[in-house]
């Protein structure tokens, strides 16, 4: 049996080495003895309630933020280890599983100042009579490393995340050697599976033909200098697509000799794609201004030209009409009808001119609406009254229905012109004794709706689409009887778009046509 002395000289060995350890060493009582037999769950719940720190040295207690051990003794399991956090549920379970005989096992804590600290623990129980009654350990802060590896983790999936967002990918090659690594994302932009293996080789001949030279001169280039590089490229996929790369690399040397290569792929698509499209634009820009210029000039000539075609032709028009009334001396039958026709000719000459005119006139940029509040149904009934001799010669009679005024802000003279142009096709293209139907009303509380609805020959489905556009007169069994230009519905169109309006025709072949125009109220 050990004497007194020598019982005193081995604790205070004992203290020495604890209170000089650089480790953190520590011994847990447990004020009511914890049944080994019980669930984890229970004795796991008890610690954290009887497990109080009995005994500790300084290198612990400053671990926490404590000058000195006396403080903690006394303090409970929960006072150190965050009960909610389940990586302390796994610490102290893995302890109970391991028989109370711990290694190395990490646990997530507090100091005095409620900062987080990690800790990597070694521990040992004491069992008696089937009862855990303390625990003897040692720790080791490691909370600078914990954070500097969560760093890490987070810079690493920050840079997964920014190329994920970016569509860059990640390479490196050892050029002593023909194998690289592509991360998930570059072998996404090149078309690979992530078990596809890659090379040098492989990835020159992705490079599309024209682009090899270029790619292998940069590369070549940049282990000279050892300057960074950034170029546009393009790589043909498996199925033959092809697609515009930014690649951007750097050398790495070591002892003056290069090494190794670095760099990222971004695919620039999208951008060539809007490169594209804005050199479309700017062409197709230039393209309009040239033709608005064309055209500009063509409304010109054709103004001019008309303007200055009309003034003979009137001058022609006024001789012709003395001579057929004598005015210079008796003509003969033969002469006269000779006259007659020389007029109806020039009348048909003035007709055209004056349709050529107008149309400059309405197509003209400079051209603007005279609007006034007017009464569209008697404008209706004014147009109707114009083309009157041409319904009483094919005995055709209109019918004005609906609303008996509607006031709007229109140009009267050019709203004329459209129901006169509208009477006229309706007159022309419809059978000797039908009926034209125009029916006014409201559409809703801002428009105002006109259906002409006549009885005639109808519109073929292709023709249709067609009828509004300039110099169109569609073939039907009766037009070969008719005269005209072509111009009189796309002046319609166009005046009732310079109205804010609309217009559409609803027609069949053989069951008439109705026109109908919306108009703001």
Known sequence: MPNTDQQDQSKERYQAFIQNSSEGIWRFEIDEPIPVSLTPSIQIKRMYQHAYLAETNIALARMYGFKSVKPM????????????DPQNRAYLEAFIA???NLSQVESHERDKHGNDKYFLNSLIGVVEDGKLVRAWGTQHDVTDQKAAGQALQLSEERLKLALQASSMGLWEWEIGSSELYWSPEL???YGLSLSEPVSFEMYMSMVHPEDREMAGSIAENSMKTGETYQFEHRIVHHDGSIHWLLGTGRVIHENGKPVRMIGTSMNIDSVKQA???????TELKTERAELLALNRAKDEFIALASHQLRTPATAVKQYISLLINEIAGPVSADQLQYLQIAFNSNERQLRIINDLLKTAQIDSSLYTLKKEKSDLVSIIRSACED??????MREQKVVIKGLDKAVLNIDVAEMKLVFV????????????KTTITVDVRKSGAKKLEIRVKDQGVGISKQDRTRIFDKFTRVDNELSDTVSGTGLGLYWVER??????????VESERGKGTTFKICLPL
């Open 73 to 84: 003794i006394g303090m409970k399991v929960s006072d150190f280890l965050i009960e909610s």
């Open 98 to 100: 391991s028989g109370y």
């Open 421 to 432: 142009n509208l009477f006229e096709n309706a007159s022309k293209y419809s059978y000797p």
């Open 275 to 281: 490169q594209e499209l804005k050199a479309a634009n």
């Open 387 to 392: 083309v009157e001799t041409a319904f009483e």
């Open 495 to 504: 005046i009732i778009m310079l109205h804010d309006g609309s217009i559409t």
């Open 187 to 189: 072998r996404k932009i």
